[in-house]
């Protein structure tokens, strides 16, 4: 089925070389071969979209419209962003209703991955079902070596504009379904960190906090300037062979310790960095007493290599300890970490 699907991204990723009714008939071959798959998978209609980057919030404009979907399922949805067909992977909890605001998370997979095996790998569908919050998994581009990820400043990756890409998955998302605008969150795995990384630079008037795991973080393009502190929280482990947690001078990525520093400066920490947290593989460091309130967050975890983190933290819930996931230390740092409500509503 990947394989499939990635054919279909070839063309759709190509879609001005496609005129009118060959499009059209391409799309309709590919969903008449996905019919039988075991959920609701595309939107024949491919949704429109201005060209503006959107850097502020937006109003509640999808509340108390007909959910796009079952709630409880997943779906693609095709946009046009920048003159190329785009999509992501949408999923609501099975509790929506259409006047409630929900949280939503942004999670974004790494190089030569998808959003199913992202939705796989962080397991933020299952966190999205327990914990009652909208999750979309965007899908990148495809670059000139044939494969799908992010244009983060790396060389060889898809000339294409994916902050943009992010601001109109968000328009799409917010007249459609009933999102709480100060609550929408970024996560994301390697070069889908890098990927939160930019858009904490470029997009921290829209999106609440960011959370990378394993990131490559070489320079923003266009510098990075955002326009409030933001909350910063990632995993990397110290013996990744992919992005070193060392850095890469060939690839231009800073060694973590520096690029987690260089977020405290950015966002006025005076304490810090100290470490809050110690077990066995793990160390935990934050930057405290920011501006706008914010917190640096970086888990280094000894000896881990490149993939989502298999280990558990223990952090106090209550009066007791109790062990959380990766994915739920995440969760948890989102919900304490809202857009400031003093912003106003962007149009």
Known sequence: MFLVIKIF???CMNSHRYKGIGMLLSCLLFLAGCALLPFTFVTLLTHATDGRLVTASLNRQGCGKPAPIAPGTKKIEFIDSG???RSYLLYLPPDYRETTQYPLVLD?????????IQARVSGFTTLAREQNFIVAYPWGAIGPDRNIGWATGLPGRAHVNDVLFVSDVLRHLQATVCINPQRIFA???SNGGGMTNLLACKLAGRIAAFAPVSGSYPPAPGGCTPRRPVSILEFHGTADPIVPYMGSHRRKE???MLWLQQWASRDGCTKGPSMFYRSQNVIGEEWTSCRGGVVVIGYRILGEGHWWPHILI??????????????????????????????????
Do not use: C, D, E
């Open 9 to 11: 991204r070839l063309i």
């Open 254 to 256: 800073p060694p973590i």
């Open 83 to 85: 003159g190329l067909m």
């Open 187 to 189: 996560t994301g795995f």
């Open 314 to 347: 223990n952090l106090r819930s209550g009066n007791a300890l109790a062990s959380y996931t990766a994915s739920q230390v995440i969760w948890s740092f989102f919900q304490a970490h809202p857009l400031p409500s003093s912003r106003k509503s962007g149009k």
């Open 108 to 116: 974004f997979h790494g190089y030569g991955s998808n959003p199913f």
